[in-house]
């Protein structure tokens, strides 16, 4: 079998172990529309997986691009009934808390020697520790140190079924970022270069498969308890829009079901629904 073969037959195995119908395409430009297209078949029905091993022409958040994955990143999108989700926050929260902790199981399941082992291999790198991940609100996977983005997530509408999008960024190295993402991004085998590169994206894939369905059974309150114990922004300085307006100033507290409190520069708190609301990533605070 060779390697592109077999990277789709695993892709495929860690779909159905996760109990979903999981279609591998080779290129797209973006899995959110082939979702879609099998979203309003009516023999399809929500509950499909889509994969690209490559995707062109991927879409973000609040109308910005996400990078050609260059078969190094997985892209991946799924339905999900839309009449089954009582709030679309709790779910933009939910999936967010799963990818990042598919992340960290799949950090934490390479195989790392004990720290001074005598038999720890020498390494050339740096050394092989776990990395803390967050969230920054509402759904950005990112390594806590310095923030930069290890994962996102896009949920589109389409009549009664919600495309969940997933970016997860795997395989790429320091070098194959492009200039403007360089300091902003990082992939799973940056953070922990052990990690089996031929494996990697059908693991992450299945991980996060299973770990959407575990985190959307959890009752609201236990989803945000866990979301918050991963929030990177309460302390830091960061613009919001809401409303046409922009408010800069310290991150007070979130409540990412409800709002968030931001303390401007003049001491004025304001209160901005999280729904609503957005966060603006390349103005200083
Ligand atoms: C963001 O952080 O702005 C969201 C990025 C979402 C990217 C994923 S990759 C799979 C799916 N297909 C797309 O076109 N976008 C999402």
């Not at 609100?137 to 996102?152: F, I, Y």
């Not at 970016?167 to 993402?181: F, H, K, M, S, V």
């Not at 994206?201 to 770990?211: D, M, N, T």
Request: with cysteine; charged share 25%.
């Amino acid at each position: 079998m060779n390697t592109r073969a077999g990277e789709f037959a695993a892709l495929q195995r860690a779909g159905e172990h996760a109990g979903r119908r999981v279609i591998v395409v080779d290129r797209c430009e973006s899995t959110q529309d082939i979702a879609k297209d099998y979203a309003t078949r009516s023999d399809a029905g929500p509950g499909v997986a889509i994969i690209a091993r490559r995707q062109t022409a991927g879409r973000g958040r609040l109308g910005r691009a996400w990078a050609d994955t260059a078969e190094s990143g997985l892209a991946m999108s799924l339905t999900l009934d839309a009449r089954a989700v009582s709030d679309p926050g709790l779910l933009s929260i939910g999936v967010g808390l799963a990818a990042c902790q598919a992340c960290e199981f799949v950090l934490k399941c390479s195989p790392v020697p004990d720290a001074g082992a005598a038999t720890a291999p020498k390494s050339e790198g740096p050394p092989t520790v776990i990395p803390t991940l967050g969230l920054r609100w509402p759904n950005d996977v990112v390594e806590r140190s310095l923030g930069r983005k290890l994962a996102g997530i896009l949920i589109e509408r389409s009549a009664d079924v919600f495309i969940i999008g997933i970016g997860i960024n795997c395989l790429q190295r320091d070098t194959d970022w492009p200039e403007a993402l360089r300091a902003r991004a990082v992939s799973l085998l940056e953070l922990q270069p052990r990690l089996d590169r031929a494996s990697l994206r059908a693991l992450i894939a299945g991980e996060v498969l299973r770990s959407i369905d575990r985190v959307l059974a959890l009752p609201h309150v236990q989803i945000a308890r866990d979301w918050f114990a991963r929030d990177t922004l309460v302390g830091s300085r960061r613009v919001f829009e809401h409303a046409g307006a922009r408010v800069r100033g310290l991150v007070e507290s979130i409540d990412p079901l409800s709002h968030l409190i931001v303390r401007d520069d003049t001491g004025s708190l304001h209160r901005l629904p999280a729904l609503t609301t957005s966060m603006v990533h390349d103005e200083i605070a």
